[in-house]
């Protein structure tokens, strides 16, 4: 509908709303005469509204520019544009009988560009540059899969990380077999199976391990020996200096090379016996050494044993033999020394009717390398001629 329609409209309902005023006058006027105590009251609200549709018309039928402060009076066109406006210039857009634009909209275009609508082009085609950028295909008939393959492929346009796809199921289908590559199948959480070469994990047969012998021990370093650590993994160690041996450490330690010194040797190998002769038993003697001797070795005196020679045997009179020690630094001005019997009772004694004693320990056992050791005859005995002390001792 447009404006003359709309004002012609409007010039009839004015001319209606006149006539009803007019009998609504006469009405009340011909009221006041028949009863002036209840005369025609026209309300407020009522004659209100026949002033505001008689502001909004002039007599003319045209909607005068007081109602409208935005519009020149008589010119409505910027809010309702007349039907000959219909797809004019700066008009608007018309409708096909199923609603739709009949004409391009002017932001429309077939060239991609920024804030524009796209339409096809002559060909009746969208240009490539309206998709996506990893289509990228001059003509969307072309196939689209062409190099799909590719594009996701190692060293492709868009190369797809196997840690970038999603979880597989909990299956076997990606199992490596012997017909075909594959993932690894799932751990079975027990650290004695391995991965074997069917693609099954399993325990390791002992009739599948290689023979082991000297001929596989190749890539070593020379001139080392080999042993087991903690961890059960093969170590090598040094050969030790000339002169040293291989020592245990205990159970649990590595071995090491060691000079070998007494604290290594059994006791049976350490121990060694001093003899000291006297043929002049007989004759006693307290000031002057029977016999002397200087041990070279460190040691601890365990036993001292003292037998007649021959086949004498003791008579009544007991003989009675001491042992005095010189400290190496004094051998040459320590005189007599001084005797390892604190305890005189002790010494070594044949009594009568006897031929071989063995004495009671000493009070002292330690022998420093280097000392000496001297035989006395405190008391001879009757019937002696000679004797044999020997003294066992332990090297330290």
């Not at 009544?316 to 400290?327: E, F, L, Q």
């Not at 320990?361 to 330690?366: G, H, L, N, Q, S």
């Amino acid at each position: 509908m447009d404006i003359e329609k709309i004002a012609q409209r409007l010039q009839r309902l004015w001319a209606q709303v006149e006539a009803n005023e007019a009998l609504l006058l006469k009405h009340a006027k011909r009221h006041d005469a028949q009863t002036a105590a209840d005369p025609l009251t026209i309300t407020s609200s009522a004659h209100a509204r026949l002033h505001t549709l008689q502001n909004a018309l002039d007599h003319s039928g045209t909607i005068s520019s007081t109602q409208h402060g935005t519009q020149a009076s008589g010119d409505l066109h910027t809010e309702y544009q007349k039907e000959s406006e219909r797809e004019a210039a700066s008009g608007y857009a018309g409708l096909d009988a199923s609603s739709k634009v009949i004409k391009d909209p002017a932001n429309a275009t077939a060239t991609p560009a920024a804030s524009k609508i796209p339409i096809a082009d002559a060909g009746g085609k969208l240009a490539a540059g309206w998709l996506q950028e990893v289509l990228a295909y001059a003509d969307l008939t072309d196939d689209p899969y062409a190099d799909h393959n590719a594009r996701h492929e190692s060293g492709g346009a868009d190369a797809i990380k196997l840690d970038d796809l999603a979880a597989p199921d909990d299956n076997t289908d990606l199992n490596v077999a012997l017909t075909k590559h594959g993932l690894c199948p799932k751990a079975p959480n027990d650290t004695y199976q391995f991965l074997r070469g069917d693609g099954f994990f399993g325990g390791i047969q002992a009739a599948a391990l290689p023979g082991h012998g000297p001929s596989k021990h190749t890539e070593g370093t020379a001139w080392r020996l080999i042993y087991l650590n903690a961890d059960g993994d093969e170590t090598e160690i040094v050969l030790g200096a000339d002169g040293t041996f291989l020592e245990s450490n205990g159970a649990a330690a590595a071995p090491a090379f060691t000079a070998i010194v007494m604290a290594h040797l059994p006791t049976a190998a350490k121990q060694v016996c001093i003899t000291m002769i006297d043929l002049d038993a007989g004759t006693a003697s307290t000031s002057v050494p029977k016999y002397s001797i200087i041990v070279p070795f460190a040691c601890t005196i365990t036993d001292i044993e003292i037998i007649l020679g021959g086949d004498q045997t003791c008579g009544a009179t007991s003989i009675i033999a001491d042992i005095h020690k010189i400290a190496a630094a004094d051998r040459d001005t320590g005189g007599t020394g001084t005797t390892i019997y604190t305890t005189q009772g002790n010494r070594p004694t044949v009594a009568n009717t006897h031929r071989y004693a063995l004495a009671t320990d000493p009070d002292v056992t330690a022998v420093a390398a280097g000392d000496a050791l001297l035989l006395y005859i405190d008391q001879a005995g009757s019937g002696v001629t000679n004797c044999t002390v020997t003294i066992t001792a332990t090297k330290t």
